[in-house]
C-alpha cells in the first residue's frame, strides 16, 4: 500500500495555510527580530559591509556545510540505514567513493572561498547603490513573501536558461561536464562545478533578484541559505520523509537532457521533461508524508531479459 505522499511543484503545491501560522510566529516575534538587528547594526557601526559578508557568505554556507556535514556521514558509511533506504539510484554511492570524494572537495571550496565571496564583496557597492541592504527597519512578513516568490521566478528563469545553454556540446565539454561527472550525485557536489558554471548558472541566478528588487539584508541572507539547502536536496541522492522531492533533477544527472530547471514550469513549456514524465521517477516525484521509501511503494518496472539467441530466439547478437 502507497504511503500518503503530496505532489510537489511543479504539479500540485498546497500550502497555503502556511503563511498564516508563519504570519502569526512573525508577529509575535518582529520586535524581538527588530531589537536584535539593531544590536547588530550597533555593533558594526561604520562597517556594515562586514555585517553583509557575514550575512551572504558566512551565514549561507555555515548551512550548507552543518547539512552536507550529515549527508556525508550517511554518504561514506552507508549509515543510519534509515537515511540510506532512501536512497534514488539504488546500487550507487552505497559508499560514495572515496577518491572521488576527496578530488572534489577542493573544487567545493575553492568556488565558495575565491569565486562566491569576491563576487559578494563586488556585489556590495551594486546593492547599496540599489537600496541600504542594511537600513534599520526589517521588511514586513508580507513583504518578504513577496520577495522570496519574485526571487524564485528570477532564478528559474536565468537557471534554466544558462543551464540549456552549458549543455550545448562545445559548453558542456569545456565547462559543465565538470558537474556531470557525478551521475548520481551527493549533497556536497551542488556546488562542484567549472568556476565559469559557478558565476553563470549558480550564483547569478540567486543574486539578481535581490539585487533587482534593492532587498534588506535580512531578506538575502534567508534567501541564500534557502537556496544552498534547496541545491543541497536537489543533489544529495535520497528521497527524505517531509523533504521537497529530488527525482526532478537527479533524473537530470541520470539522463543529462532533461529537467533543466529548478522548478520545472520551463521544462514544461518547453517539453524538456517528456522522457522524465513517462518514467516511475515522475511518479516519485512528489512529497513524501510517511515513511516508506517511494522506491519500494513504487518500484521500477523489472528488467527485460532477453534471450542469449537475440531478440527473435533464433539468432545471436553480433
Not at 541559505?225 to 541522492?237: E, N, P, R
Request: net charge positive.
Amino acid at each position: 500500500m502507497k504511503e500518503l505522499a503530496f505532489q510537489s511543484s511543479p504539479r500540485n503545491i498546497n500550502i497555503f495555510f502556511l503563511p498564516r501560522h508563519l504570519q502569526r510566529f512573525w508577529g509575535a516575534s518582529g520586535y524581538f527580530w527588530q531589537t536584535q538587528w539593531e544590536r547588530l547594526l550597533s555593533t558594526f557601526e561604520s562597517n556594515e559591509w562586514i555585517l553583509f559578508i557575514i550575512g551572504t557568505a558566512l551565514v549561507p554556507g555555515l548551512c550548507f556545510w552543518a547539512f552536507n556535514g550529515l549527508l556525508l556521514v550517511v554518504d561514506t558509511t552507508g549509515k543510519p540505514n534509515f537515511i540510506s533506504r532512501y536512497r534514488i539510484q539504488l546500487g550507487k554511492n552505497e559508499p560514495v567513493d572515496p577518491v572521488k570524494l576527496r578530488q572534489s572537495i577542493p573544487t567545493v571550496l575553492f568556488n565558495q572561498t575565491m569565486i562566491s565571496l569576491p563576487m559578494l564583496v563586488i556585489f556590495y557597492p551594486l546593492f547599496k547603490w540599489r537600496g541600504d541592504p542594511c537600513c534599520r527597519e526589517l521588511p514586513t512578513f508580507h513583504w518578504f513573501l513577496v520577495e522570496l516568490a519574485l526571487f524564485t521566478l528570477v532564478e528559474e528563469i536565468l537557471f534554466y536558461y544558462s543551464h540549456r545553454l552549458l549543455h550545448h556540446p562545445t559548453l558542456y565539454k569545456k565547462i559543465h561536464k565538470k558537474h556531470h561527472e557525478w551521475t548520481a550525485p551527493i549533497g556536497v557536489i551542488s556546488i562542484y562545478a567549472h568556476p565559469t558554471e559557478h558565476v553563470v548558472s549558480n550564483m547569478l541566478p540567486v543574486l539578481v533578484g535581490p539585487l533587482a528588487m534593492g532587498s534588506h539584508l535580512s531578506s538575502i541572507t534567508v534567501w541564500l541559505s534557502l537556496a544552498l539547502i534547496i541545491t543541497t536536496i536537489s543533489h544529495c541522492g535520497y528521497h527524505l520523509p517531509f523533504l521537497p522531492s529530488p527525482e526532478f533533477h537527479d533524473y537530470h544527472h541520470l539522463k543529462f537532457n532533461q529537467c533543466y530547471g529548478v522548478l520545472g514550469v520551463l521544462d514544461h513549456l518547453h517539453g524538456t521533461d517528456i522522457m522524465f514524465k513517462q518514467t516511475k521517477a515522475y511518479e516519485r516525484h512528489v512529497l513524501l508524508l510517511g515513511f516508506t521509501p517511494l522506491s519500494e511503494s513504487i518500484p521500477d518496472p523489472p528488467k527485460k531479459m532477453e534471450s542469449p539467441l537475440g531478440p527473435s530466439g533464433l539468432f545471436p547478437h553480433k
